[in-house]
């Protein structure tokens, strides 16, 4: 069954830092794979997203993620964090073919970056 | 811009009473996705649909109905409230298989409370 887990309920980090947030995935065939962003009181936002090709995505507001088959992971990235990233962040994967297109979501991680 | 709308930000019923949910998009999308949202859970998949009329038991469709007359609107109700269903509630469109990979679109969501 396809499974994504969120290992860390929150990530601190000062701005101008370096962020990651880590995901790691658990699929039958190969991964489709998507990061989104919920800021307080708000709906999902689309990041990125990874299906074939180049291991490095990137994405809206300056985020990337490495996908890395080997460890099973798809970590997200930005080199220099911003108070303003400070949200709630879901690592997602599509269900298994012929499921509709239905995602599947981790827990969460929510990012406190701290001026 | 994909733009999906929900009836209400915020919401607070009585317990049994009938309370409907209301998304609409704007896409021409064929799939349709009803998720509740509790801290510590992520999002879970309530109901979807993939042509109008037609829906499928997500995850945790106990307690939930769901409606799609016409493709650009699907509703969720709750046939007799209780206070377990308070939560944010999210809706969310996608193209169909074989138009997609399987990115999401969501609306803002409702934040519903049963007293």
């Known amino acids: 069954a396809q499974s994504v887990a969120q290992p860390e309920d929150q990530v601190n980090v000062a701005e101008g830092n370096p962020l990651t947030v880590k995901c790691t995935y658990s699929v039958s065939g190969n991964p489709y794979l998507f990061w989104y962003v919920q800021y307080p009181n708000r709906g999902l936002q689309f990041l990125l997203k990874?299906?074939?090709?180049?291991?490095l995505v990137k994405g809206s507001y300056g985020f990337e993620a490495e996908f890395n088959k080997s460890q099973t992971s798809f970590h997200l990235k930005k080199p220099s964090a911003l108070v303003s990233d400070s949200a709630l962040y879901f690592c997602?994967?599509?269900?298994?073919?012929?499921?509709?297109?239905?995602?599947?979501f981790g827990a969460g991680t929510r990012l406190a970056v701290h001026p | 811009d994909v733009k999906v709308t929900q009836s209400s930000r915020y919401l607070v019923k009585r317990t049994g009473e009938k309370v409907f949910l209301e998304c609409v998009q704007d896409m021409d999308h064929e799939n349709m996705f009803w998720y509740r949202q509790d801290p510590g859970l992520g999002l879970r998949l309530i109901y979807f649909s993939y042509d109008v009329k037609m829906k499928e038991k997500g995850d945790i469709p106990e307690g939930y109905s769901v409606s799609r007359e016409k493709k650009e609107r699907f509703s969720l109700i709750l046939e007799s409230a209780s206070t377990n269903q308070t939560s944010m509630y999210l809706c969310a469109s996608s193209l169909g298989t074989s138009g997609s990979v399987g990115e999401q679109y969501f609306g803002p969501g409702t934040r519903l409370t049963v007293t």
């Open positions: 990874y299906i074939t090709g180049d291991n």
């Open positions: 997602a994967v599509r269900g298994p073919p012929g499921g509709y297109n239905k995602l599947i």
